[in-house]
DNA sequence: CCAGCGTTCCCGTTCAACGAGAACAATTCG
DNA sequence: CGAATTGTTCTCGTTGAACGGGAACGCTGG
């Protein structure tokens, strides 16, 4: 009770002291999802985004007659289809994924280890599609998953050949260690990015985990620009050679596919 | 302007003869988003959504703080990552289509033809996943793309093998032909759906296009449910016999890693 | 029978949202 | 090269929808 009081001439809602618009608050509600909090009761979602039980259950209310959440038969809350539908359909980055998906395929039919493609979004390299088959390893990455640009395959490529001011940025800001061998020293990065600049590929061997090693290729389009990176995950002490052929050939693959469907 | 005063008592934000909501405004300024129209300038979207201008700026502005919509470098609009992201992280159905994607790419891969995965939503059938080759016919469905009920293969497994209300509203409601051979007649769709559920599977030869035959069956959880529908697009005048074999040994693939999983 | 939890309804207060309008910037066109 | 068109940014007075506390209701389970 107290507390509320901190936020008292803060821009916000009308009455609200919460001290943040209607948009904020649609999507403050949406990410107390998560891939293992599927549903929800109306008052759980309010308690975790931070919201009066009755206004919770007013925004849920709205949302669901907007069709972006859904209410089941059990009267808890779900994602709606309307909202992945709404992204899906008309997104450049899907169309991407669209395109690239039979060559990962390929990729996958034959390097047999986990393959994915990532875009750079917000900083980060967000994953886009990733298809794993019965006997590959283990792999932190998911389907609409992050990882930071310095300590992946896919994000050094990303970074590496992005523009200058991401690289500047992303060489101030912090860099979080996520295992014993992710490079945390500016000085270190900006070598490893030159590397990936000569060699036109990234690697990255213990970055994420111990025992496995990220291998990823620059996407480009028409114009030159990198738009994704394509990459595998590869036991630690594999041999990359062939994987590395696989991954080019796949990249000037989905290259053609776009620039065809123009 | 003589038109505004039509509207001026209608419910309503604050201020405006609209008479909606503001999460109805976001649905609708998203809505405005096409997969052939994915760069709007902010007053176009305004225009198109119903929009003053100056409120078209404040609410897309606000969409693209909250990572919803993207500014692009030409200060064009698009559809944000964050949504797709926000919409796959937590979505059931989703779950559905990963598990079934490597059964799907083996079906695609034996009978080389429009491979596709379809929920039941709002009393559509919605695709979550296609699969394509490069030899494969025209198709209509598109990913994120919706098909009636009635008239489509997956449709007719959703409809057949769902609940009672379902089928009540649907046979009630009007039929739409999608092509000459689309059944209108709530009898005759009654007899169809019997058929269905005797065979196991649907057959929908020339419902969408005089050319092609849809073919699908159904995909289930634990309980038994029918969670989805699993089809392939065939010439029509093809043998059925080898890609129903094959569609009902991926649908068992899918049901096993489904319940693995749990 | 009661305790705990989720949900729904009511209602007085209040300020953020609203949109007209004007000024400005960027493009297109004649 | 100016004029017309189109998109964007800002200001500002008005106002009613959103807000949330509170109370009542309906489950469920001990």
Redesign the interface.
Known sequence: MALRAIAWHADGV?NSPSGD????R??RV??T???T??AQTATEIGRRAGLPASSAHRIVG??V????LERGEDRRI??G??????????????RLR?AA??FM?HVQARVREHTQLA?L??DDA?F?ER?S??DAGANVT????RLPLHASSSGLVLLAFGDRELQERVLAGPLKPLSRATPTDPQALRRKLDEVRTLGHALAPGYIEDVSTGLAVPVRDETGRTVAALSVVLPRDAQTEFALVELYRAARGIERAMGARR
Chains 1, 2 share one sequence.
């Open positions: 009308a618009s209607v948009t904020e649609l999507v949406l990410e999802f998560t891939p909090r599927t709205e949302l007659d907007a069709g972006l779900r994602v289809m309307r909202l992945w539908e709404l992204a899906t359909r008309s997104s450049h980055a899907l669209q998906l039979p395929e875009i979004d917000q967000l886009v298809l088959g019965p998911r389907v609409a998953g």
